[in-house]
């Protein structure tokens, strides 16, 4: 049976549905009850999706379940905001731990900062929903002999957990059933000679199971006024459930569809899933974005295949869909994704992403930090420079970092954030200037869009101090300049140890900027040994040492785990 005569009988059944349904009142399209008797509505289990009529040679995924409840964030802390894109680290830390080695975008530096909580050098004297704040600090390079000036930009917000309501969500789940994802939760899919390599742990339901679970629990989120639409993607894309509103769907019938019916075999076309999720959204994407988000969700492990499956085009596409209202996040499956395609994709405004490893992650994720993945509040935040003796040389924790001018930064897109102690998760994006420290006054003027198209911007008159090193305004912005050099020594190591030719260390070198000259997305996922070459094992080593001063001096315990990774790499010298 063709695709589009399916399709045909599909509609006319849920049509024929609605009509026998016609004594409740139901709305044609959405299936609401038309009455405002909510205690008994008709409710629709429009489920469409019969794996037993696919050809392309799809085999079941065992695997387990689990449940999540709806949770929420300490509801006695107020909010900030953090930058969208990657919003973790854990494939870098999975492959360390494993013994492998990362590629260099497994460590982003936004999701670095969002492991942890800054400081953020905000007054408390703003009314507006965003409220940018400053704080510079001088230091000197723990490897060589330069001194370093930074500032940061404080992503503050007046909202609370408390005052804080996630607009009404329109949503399409968007569900890669490809066969990689048959593989085992921590398994290697591949590595670069075409082996496969799994790796101990307690979870071995393959990643189809987890995602399956990760579905389910997501559904638990949803208000009733909530739209649920689900497509499900191999080598093409089928609307396993249409767009409708919780309120008239049988989410027990879903749920039961899904951990009965999806099953895991052939490609990865990852543009054929979104394009039949934008139709579907399309219809809705024109809504008032103050009063309704729209977004696809789309759970993989990104390894397209088949396809569209070049980044950049990839990113050009969800543009577009975004620029049409519709915007995205990306749940990653797994050990094995393309962090170049999460690069690329993440820096498009409204969107981001999250690894997930374990049941815990998913809860987490789905739980606690739903409501926040899916209510960007701020766009196009643009920070301008005006100095008579300082540029932008490097920007940390945006994803248009490298779109940053002399003169420039920009955020594309900020999600609310926890805020504990006076401290936000991820509060921070960081700036390293040029030159040496030798004073001097900044000008800085912040720009941005908030959710229905309203501007704002601010001035701000920053002074650098003369004094010699070392200075920081706050242990926020002291905090974020370790992990920034962490991040840069480890990316250069990581380069090192596949292409030694292309940085040259010297013993007086210090922590530079990881090379630019050619894209380091170069490698893939891949099952290479650990391994530390001279001269990365006693810059590491040292470089240890001051990462566990610095961390005692801010008094943040968390930073042992990078201190700790560290010494897992070392460990393979």
Avoid at 56 to 72: H, I, V, Y
Avoid at 350 to 368: C, I, K, M, P, T
Avoid at 498 to 524: F, N, T, Y
Wanted: proline share 4%; net charge negative; glycine share 8%.
């Amino acid at each position: 049976m063709d695709h589009d005569r399916r399709q045909l009988l599909r509609l006319g059944a849920i049509s024929a549905g609605a009509a026998l349904a016609g004594c409740a009142g139901l709305v044609e399209g959405d299936g609401a009850p038309a009455d405002d008797d909510e205690d008994d509505p008709e409710r629709i289990d429009d489920w469409q999706y019969d794996p037993a009529e696919r050809t392309d040679g799809l085999n079941a995924s065992g695997g387990g379940a689990f449940q999540t409840t709806a949770g929420s964030a300490t509801e006695s802390a107020d909010l900030g905001f953090a930058a969208g894109g990657a919003s973790n680290v854990a494939d870098f830390r999975r492959n360390i731990e494993e013994g492998y080695l990362p590629v260099p975008e497994s460590l982003p530096y936004e999701g670095l900062f969002y492991n942890y909580y800054f400081d953020t050098g905000g007054s408390g004297e703003c009314s507006s929903l965003f409220c940018p704040s400053y704080a510079t600090a001088i230091m000197e390079d723990p490897l060589g002999d330069a001194t370093d000036r930074y500032f940061t930009v404080g992503l503050n917000s007046t909202l609370s957990t408390e005052s804080f309501e996630r607009k009404r969500l329109d949503v399409v789940i968007v569900l890669d059933i490809s066969g990689s994802m048959s593989s085992e939760f921590d398994q290697y899919y591949y590595d670069r000679f075409g082996n496969k390599h799994t790796v101990e742990e307690d979870d071995s339901r393959s990643k189809m199971a987890v995602a399956r679970d990760a579905l389910v629990a997501l559904t638990e989120q949803l208000e009733p006024e909530d739209r649920l639409g689900i497509v499900l993607f191999n080598n093409e894309a089928s609307v396993a459930k249409p767009l409708r509103k919780v309120e008239a769907t049988d989410m027990e019938a879903i749920r039961g569809h899904v951990r009965e019916d999806i099953r895991a075999g052939g490609g990865t076309n990852i543009a054929d899933g979104m394009s039949e999720a934008a139709d579907m959204l399309g219809e809705y994407a024109d809504a008032d974005p103050t009063e309704v988000e729209t977004r696809q969700i789309v759970v993989t492990d990104a390894m397209p295949n088949l396809g569209q499956t070049d980044d950049e085009a990839l990113q050009d596409r969800l543009s577009g869909y975004a620029t049409d209202g519709i915007h995205t996040s990306f749940v990653g499956i797994g050990v094995d994704f393309n962090p170049k395609l999460v690069d690329q994709i993440t820096a498009v405004r409204g969107a981001n992403y999250r690894s997930v490893h374990s049941a815990e992650d998913f809860e987490s994720y789905l739980g606690e930090e739903f409501e926040y993945m899916v209510t960007p509040l701020v766009y196009d935040l643009s920070v301008e420079l005006d100095a008579s003796d300082a540029e932008i040389e490097t920007v940390y924790g945006s994803t248009a970092a490298e779109d940053a001018t002399d003169d420039l930064l920009e955020v594309n897109t900020l999600f609310p954030s926890p805020t504990a102690d006076g401290e936000t998760r991820g509060g921070v994006v960081l700036v390293k200037l040029d030159g040496q420290a030798d004073g001097g006054e900044l000008t800085l003027r912040a720009s941005w869009e908030d959710r229905s198209g309203s501007t704002d911007e601010t001035t701000t008159t920053v002074d650098f101090p003369a004094a010699s090193p070392e200075h920081f305004d706050n242990t926020g912005i002291r905090k974020a300049v370790l992990l920034a050099r962490y991040a840069d020594l480890l990316k250069n190591w990581m380069v090192h140890e596949r292409e030694p030719e292309r940085i040259d260390v010297r013993v007086e070198d210090g922590i530079d900027v990881p090379p630019g000259d050619r894209p380091l997305g170069e490698w893939e996922q891949q099952s290479q040994p650990l391994s530390v070459s001279a001269p990365y094992e006693s810059r590491l080593t040292t470089f240890k040492d001051y990462f566990r001063q610095e961390a005692d001096r801010i008094g943040d315990d968390s930073l042992d785990r990078e201190a700790e990774t560290i010494e897992e790499i070392l460990t393979s010298a």
